[in-house]
């Protein structure tokens, strides 16, 4: 009998859509808000406590479905929704099945519900735990005119991973950065929401310090991440990049190797390439040039109003004289 995952590569062959991951990192590898931290610390009691509560204390008997744990972890990117995942994977003993829903999606009508149920019959034999990343692109709110192929082909892709999650008695986790997007009907099929906010002051330092080897980096005497934290607002993905920029900008300073130190400086011009590429990535082409083609078609209407106006007068005083002419015409012929 063929391995489900092999449903798991797209029509062109090459593109794989679930990884199994091992889970190396733990939650003490991640820095996180609070607030976010206690709300996954409540997520993880149910898992721990699966056991008392569907069998010891008879709720699996009132309740034959819907037993599964789905969590939806929502928040900007870099505050550490992956890791996290893995975190809890890593907590329970457990495998990591991670799909991207960008890969899952089949070139193929009909095939993308197929995969869906093919990922969670894996989860369910590999005893792992499920993460949807970009879960928004498949938990997206279902159409209700349905007149479209592809329209109709996202409904029954909704509808299956609800049916799937609804029977599913594992753990599943939806990683997403546009939950808004999600479709109301997944709001009671999950069990709990833990937001991830952009990290304070005091979490970005500890992010910082965390980045960096305690042996082997070598720092200069002015580097105070506790300034940076407290000067630049940065998801932790954000501050990760900053760390490999800086050590990139130090590392190419000219003279021997042994005397290299990354400084504040590198670190601050670093922090000013990682903000300026958002700034770059929240610009639109299309947005622009949609904009420029509206005030274009605006201002060839105003400048026409008047030739129009016109050419209309010039009509009516046309018609007229046709009319007076065609008077004058029938006074003679009597």
């Known amino acids: 009998m063929a391995s489900p995952l092999i449903s798991f590569f797209t029509g062109l062959g090459s593109r794989r859509v679930v990884e199994a991951v091992t889970p190396a990192r733990t939650l ?22 699966y056991h008392l509560i569907f069998h010891r204390w008879g709720l699996g008997e009132r309740h034959t479905s819907g037993q599964g744990l789905a969590f939806n972890f929502a928040g900007p990117p ?5 890791i996290c995942a893995e975190a809890i994977a890593h907590e329970l003993g ?46 997206m709110r279902r159409s209700s005119g349905a007149g479209l192929p592809h329209e109709r082909e996202s409904n029954l892709t909704v509808n299956v991973l609800l049916r799937e999650l609804e029977a599913f008695n594992g753990i599943v986790i939806f990683a997403t950065n546009l939950a808004a997007n999600f479709d109301p009907a997944f ?22 310090e965390l980045q960096i080897h ?18 630049y607002t940065l998801s932790g993905g954000d501050i990760k990049n900053a760390v490999l920029k800086a050590a990139a900008l130090a590392a190419a300073e000219p003279g021997p190797d042994l005397g290299k130190r990354i ?15 958002k700034t770059v990535m929240q610009q639109s082409l299309f947005v622009d040039t949609r904009i420029a083609a509206i005030e274009a078609v605006s201002a060839r209407a105003l400048e026409s109003q ?3 106006a016109i050419f209309i007068a010039l ?3 046309g018609a007229a004289l046709i009319t007076a002419f065609v008077a004058v015409a029938l006074a003679l012929m009597h």
């Open 315 to 317: 009509a009516l005083g």
């Open 187 to 208: 709001e009671r099929r999950i069990r709990a929401h833990v937001l991830f906010e952009i990290p304070g002051p005091e979490e970005r330092a500890r992010i910082w």
């Open 78 to 82: 870099g505050t550490g929704k992956t």
């Open 214 to 231: 305690p042996k082997k980096t070598p720092l200069a005497p002015d580097v105070d991440f506790r300034r940076l934290a407290e000067r």
């Open 94 to 139: 457990l495998k990591l099945l991670v799909v991207n829903y960008a890969e899952a999606e089949s070139m193929w009508f009909g095939e993308t519900p197929k995969n869906i149920v093919a990922t969670f019959r894996a989860a369910t034999e590999q005893n792992a735990v499920l993460l949807f990343d970009e879960a928004d692109a498949i938990a």
């Open 306 to 308: 008047p030739q129009t």
């Open 263 to 277: 400084k504040q400086q590198d670190f601050e011009c670093a922090i000013e390439t990682v903000l300026a590429a």
């Open 28 to 49: 003490a590898d991640v820095v996180l808000a609070p607030q976010t931290r206690r709300t996954l610390e409540q997520a993880l009691a149910q898992v721990r406590n």
